[in-house]
T-cell receptor
Framework: ETGVTQTPRHLVMGMTNKKSLKCEQH?????MYWYKQSAKKPLELMFV???????ENNSVPSRFSPECPNSSHLFLHLHTLQPEDSALYLC?????????????FGPGTRLTVL | GQQLNQSPQSMFIQEGEDVSMNCTSS?????WLWYKQDPGEGPVLLIA?????ELTSNGRLTAQFGITRKDSFLNISASIPSDVGIYFC?????????????FGTGTRLTIIP
């Protein structure tokens, strides 16, 4: 238990569906992250939020829409996804953005797009 | 973009053996991190390195920040079954700035009975 929870743990969706991934951290951190983990590829940073403000969008397609209503919650809204978007989506949080702040990861949501 | 080459991609060892893996980059990094990911879980930080030449231990794990700042090494001594998992290196060009992490592709460690 890292203090970062993600729901759902597994999600299967069609290309025309709209779904949302949720992340919650109980660590009092100020920064939250979305990563994509595909088989045999490095973790890819998608979005970074610090004090609810987006500080990084790593050229992510608009079919992924993040939302950070407060420092404890982070959402990833999904719509009209493609099969190649199937992956493990990991949320992380840290006290701040500097590299010396350890990032704590959630268990991930395993997404399958049919 | 920056890439981290991690090797080996996979290792099959017997319990009690020592393990070595490394990570190299074409660019200089000022922070090196080593994570472990268990099945069904997210990565967990094992060791953080912030200075070239630094050697840091965490139990049976020892990691080194290469003197050129372009590589890092992780060693596991006397492996046990719970060491099974995927080990990732990660680097950042900054220590105190908002530099994002670049991750390696991982080394999958399997212990043969």
């Amino acid at each position: 238990e890292t203090g970062v929870t993600q729901t759902p743990r597994h999600l299967v969706m069609g290309m025309t569906n709209k779904k949302s991934l949720k992340c919650e951290q109980h660590l009092g951190h100020n920064a939250m992250y979305w990563y994509k983990q595909s088989a045999k590829k490095p973790l890819e940073l998608m979005f970074v939020y610090n004090f609810k403000e987006q500080t990084e969008n790593n050229s992510v397609p608009s079919r992924f829409s993040p939302e950070c209503p407060n420092s404890s919650h982070l959402f990833l809204h999904l719509h009209t996804l493609q099969p190649e978007d199937s992956a493990l989506y990991l949320c992380a949080s840290s006290q701040g953005l500097a590299a010396y702040n350890e990032q704590f990861f959630g268990p991930g949501t395993r997404l399958t797009v049919l | 973009g920056q890439q981290l080459n991690q090797s080996p991609q996979s290792m099959f060892i017997q319990e009690g053996e020592d393990v070595s893996m490394n990570c190299t980059s074409s660019s200089i990094f000022n922070t090196w991190l080593w994570y472990k990911q268990d099945p069904g879980e997210g990565p967990v930080l094992l060791i953080a390195l912030y200075k070239a030449g630094e050697l840091t231990s965490n139990g049976r794990l020892t990691a080194q920040f290469g003197i050129t700042r372009k590589d890092s090494f992780l060693n596991i001594s006397a492996s046990i079954p719970s060491d099974v998992g995927i080990y990732f290196c990660a680097g950042s060009r900054g220590n105190f700035g908002n530099e994002k992490l670049t991750f390696g592709t991982g080394t999958r460690l399997t212990i043969i009975p």
